[in-house]
């Protein structure tokens, strides 16, 4: 009964459903972060156009869109590198420390 329980089914759909939902969350993603863009723009409106009255929704849209380029921009220049950095010097360490192990064992 148990073997049954843990037999692995393949279920095609079900396989293709998931991949083409985690490959278009970046997509969904974008949508919800200008769906709330917005709504914070029409929050605050009355505040930003009795201190700024030239700060329109399509300027406030576009502050955002150059911070989140900035943000992108030090992500692909100074973070990505250094994480590739140290991801290879712990994948270097691990395999020294396996290689030595295997070593050993012979």
Known sequence: MIRNI??????PML???????YTTLPLLGAFNFLSITVILYETIKPYILANFPWFSFWLFLG??????LLAMVVFYKFITPSLWDFRSRQMFLNNQEL????KEKE
């Open 6 to 11: 843990l037999k692995q089914k393949k279920v």
């Open 15 to 21: 396989g293709a459903f998931v991949d083409v939902f």
């Open 63 to 68: 502050v955002l869109v150059l911070l989140t």
């Open 99 to 102: 290689a030595q192990k295997f």
